[in-house]
Structures are given as C-alpha cells and as structure tokens.
C-alpha cells in the first residue's frame, strides 16, 4: 500500500447516551504512515470517537472500514486483533511489575514446559526497546519510570502487538519539555515505519509540530478536516469554539500591593525541596516553571502541609505560620488547587454540589443542623460566576468534561475566601476554550485582591499570564525573572535544563 493512502475510514458514526447525542454522523479518516490530528473542546466528542474505535463503545450507526474492508468492532479484543492501539491519557499499566512483563502480558511465550519462557521475554523486550531507543530496560518495575518513560512503554506495548494504528490521546498532559521532545522524536520514528497515528492534544504548539493534518469536532460533530500547512492557530482555534478569541491571555495591569507571603530557605525533609526563597504579592501572579521533577510541586505542597520540612521560615502578611497540615495551610488562608483534579481535588462519584461545599461545611451546618438552602445558594452563587456547565447541582462529577470539574476545584477553595491561591498545572487536559475561561477567572482573583502561584509546565502560559518567574532545577531555585517585558522562553528553558 502506498504512502498516504487511506487505511481507515470511520463514516457516518453516530453514538448515543441516555438523554444526550455523542457524536452525530462523523467522519474521519487515516492515512498510512501519518500523524492525524483530532481536535475539540471537552465534550466535543474526540475521546468518545477514538473509544468507538478502540471497542469500549459500540456504534449505533455507521461504518468503520480498514484496509478497505468492512470491520466490525464489538469490543477491545476485536480492535487490537484489527492491529489498533489505544494510549488512554490515563495509562494502564501494572506499576508493581517490570517494563517485560506490562509488554508481554497476556502474550508470554512459553517453553517446552509449559512455563512462561522468562529469558525469551527479557531477550525480546530489550531488543524492542533499543530499536525505540528506550532509555530505561526490561527489568526495571513500572512506579519507578517517568510519565514519559511510560507513555514510551506503552508505544513498546502497541508496537509488540504490531499494529498499524496507534491512537495517543494527551501523551505529553504531564510532562516537559524535553520529554516531550523525546515522545515526538519516537513518533517520527514510527510514522517512517509506516504506522499511522491518531493524535489528540489541547496544546496548540505540539499539533502544528508533529501533525500532517488535523479534524476538528465540535459538539460530537466534525467541523473539518484541513492539511496543517493551511491554516493558522486563530483559525483552527474558530473552528474548535465556533466563534473569535480575542483574548486568550488575559492580564489586566493591575497595582501590585504589600508583600503577603514570604519564604526563607525552606527544606523538606525529603530533599526535594532545599533552601527556597522567595515572596508573594498582593494582587501578583507569581509562576514557578522548570522540568518535571524539579521540586516545582514539592514547594507548594510543602507549604500547604502535605509535606514535612526540617527548616524554613513562612510568612503570611508578616506574621509567621507553622504549616504542619493541611488545616494550617488553610488557617493561614492558603490553598491549593492540585495537578491531578481527579486523584487529589474531587470525589468523583459524588454530586456537583458535595464537591463545591465540602470545604466550607462550617459556613450551613451547625452541630447537627444544616442550611440545606444556604448550601445551594453558595454554590450556585458560583456556578453562575464561573459559568459551569452543568445539567443539576446533582449532576455527578465525574461526567463532567474537564474544563468544568477544573472550575469545580476552582470554586470549592474560592468559598473558602483563600487570599493566597496556588494552581499546580491550572489548564492540564482541558480544551482552549476552558483555559480562556480559566486565565480571565486567574486575572479577576488578582484584580480582586488575591495573589496566585502558578506551577506550570506549559512555558507560554507561564510567561504570559506571570508578573515574575521562579526556575527551579534539582529543587532549588535558579534563578528570578523579574521583569515582565524581557521574558524570554529559550532563556528560560536554558536555566531550567542547567546549560546556564
């Protein structure tokens, strides 16, 4: 089969929820050896498609063609027996076992005996992985890679059951730079192998990297499908929300105030953290930007109390603070809105409204009587101010896209009137249109009074919405960009990976 000839054809796909429309009569397809691009708001319907094709979801109308024959995919088995891959953003993965056996599992090549042939397996795999150029081995347990040395392990996965379709969906949501870089780098790889990749991403910087084209969906159904050398972010970025961004960075130029948090030589007991300094302002966003691993999310979970210290001075609007737990943090009038809103900010299997509340029961329950009314009205009172979407304040979480479980994270520590706010990866895995969303709501907080630290591994984001950068490398701060008109993204990329 030629270069460029298309392999898979998905017509008229339409999927059905109770009371809710998926996707409507969408088409998409895949050409050999290329990097399709699948592009959407949250909601739009891209990860309820690539689910169609994986086997999770049963289609209720249209065709999936492959290799110009009909298929007929009821289940997970039957895609991969198709030679299609799926890489969820939440990988699965057996973390207490070595990279061989995730690879082979289900897979293990048996001996004479009738046991699994173990020296095959580490043979194999180590030859797979020097052909991807890995940089860890076969017998290393899973818990102790990298987020990209996963995603890497899951593309050895893909490429051990020799498929020809590999679908990533946010492969880089948690990783830096560099990472990224290596991730793209195994992607080229591939697509010189001839397979053929489905790629879905909120950032628009690596999609005009690594795609050859791009579909946009939007409400479950496709918009368009462009060549990337034909189209402009403004452009694409209409096609994804349906109307003109004007402002996607908002930045207000407001007075910055009084100094309200200052940090002196801070260690955590664990070394992750070692001899930070630095302060915060009233009405200033304040960003920390360097590598994964380099002590950016230790700091602030050192200070709200998710970690010990064994020095360090905090002060809160010049009075000092003994932050222990989290109740400190929170007394103090910190809070933390986390990297993981589903781990570590939700319950997900709960309503809307238990989510919004359950940081400020003290403000409608008293002993054993509760203001059920004055409950609904905070967090209604916050749900119009955000503009969550939301069918009922009973809604479960959890089906909520991700842009507004992120506002719900959002709103639970607003109740708190927290005057310290601190965002770790504030926009991961939600649509351009949400982040927007979030970047205006981030430059009211601080017009309003309140002052923000910002941990992102998105460098644009960090240099346009901070009044001063921190670099952190190894734990410790590099150094401090200060003033605003000479930040510089190569520069700051520099002192992050240690070649200044």
């Keep these: 089969m030629a270069v460029n000839e298309i392999i898979l054809k998905m017509e008229n796909i339409s999927k059905f929820f109770p009371g809710v429309r998926a996707l409507s009569d969408v088409n998409f397809d895949l050409r050999k050896g290329e990097v399709h691009a699948l592009l959407g708001e949250n909601g739009a319907g891209k990860s309820t498609l690539m689910k169609c094709l994986a086997g999770i979801y049963p289609i209720d109308q249209g065709t999936i063609e492959f290799f110009g024959q009909i298929i007929h995919i009821r289940n997970p088995m039957d895609s991969i027996k198709h030679g299609i891959s799926v890489i969820h953003q939440e990988l699965a993965l057996a973390e207490q076992l070595t990279v061989a056996d995730n690879i082979y599992m289900g897979q293990e090549p048996l001996g004479k005996a009738g046991l699994i042939d173990r020296k095959k397996i580490n043979q194999e795999c180590t030859a797979l992985l020097k052909s991807i150029s890995a940089n860890f081995n076969s017998q290393d347990r899973v818990f102790s890679l990298s987020t990209a040395q996963k995603q890497m392990l899951e593309i050895a996965k893909a490429i051990n059951k020799q498929c020809s379709v590999l679908v990533m969906d946010e492969p880089t949501a948690a990783v830096s730079q560099r990472e990224v870089d290596a991730i793209f780098d195994m992607i080229r790889l591939l697509k010189q192998k001839g397979m053929s990749i489905v790629y879905i991403s909120h950032r628009m910087d690596e999609i005009f990297r690594i795609a050859d084209r791009i579909t946009v969906l939007r409400d479950g159904k496709r918009v368009d499908t462009v060549d990337v050398g034909t189209i402009t972010r403004d452009e694409l970025v ?69 970690s010990d210290c064994s020095s360090g001075k905090i002060m809160v609007k010049g009075i000092q603070c003994k932050i222990r737990r989290v109740h400190d943090a929170l007394k103090a009038g910190l809070c933390l809105v986390p990297e993981d809103r589903k781990l570590e900010g939700l319950i997900l299997g709960n309503t809307v409204l238990f989510n919004m509340s359950i940081s400020i029961l003290e403000k409608f329950i008293r002993i054993i009587s509760v203001d059920k009314k004055k409950e609904i009205s905070i967090a209604q009172n916050f749900v119009d101010k955000l503009s969550i979407k939301i069918s009922s304040l009973l809604q479960r979480t959890g089906n909520l896209s991700g842009g507004n479980q992120q506002k719900i994270v959002l709103s639970k520590w607003l109740s708190t009137d927290s005057d310290i706010l601190m965002f770790d990866e504030p926009t991961r895995g939600i649509d351009i249109g949400a982040k927007a969303e979030i970047y205006a709501l981030m430059d009211r907080l601080v017009s309003s009074g309140k002052s923000i630290i910002m941990v992102s591994s998105e460098l644009p984001e960090v240099i346009n919405m901070s009044d001063r950068i921190y670099i952190m490398r190894d734990g410790e701060i590099k150094t401090c960009f200060d003033d605003k008109q000479k930040f510089d993204q190569e520069e700051i990329l520099r002192f992050a990976l240690g070649v200044i």
């Design 238 to 306: 209409r096609m994804m929300v349906g109307y003109n961004l004007d402002r996607y960075y908002t930045r207000s130029k407001n007075v910055i105030g009084d100094t309200v948090l200052e940090v002196s030589n801070l260690t955590r007991k664990d070394g992750r953290v070692k001899n930070i300094s630095f302060h915060l302002c009233r009405g200033e966003i304040v960003g920390f930007a360097g590598l994964v691993g380099s002590g950016r999310t230790e700091v602030i979970e050192a200070l709200f109390g998710l």
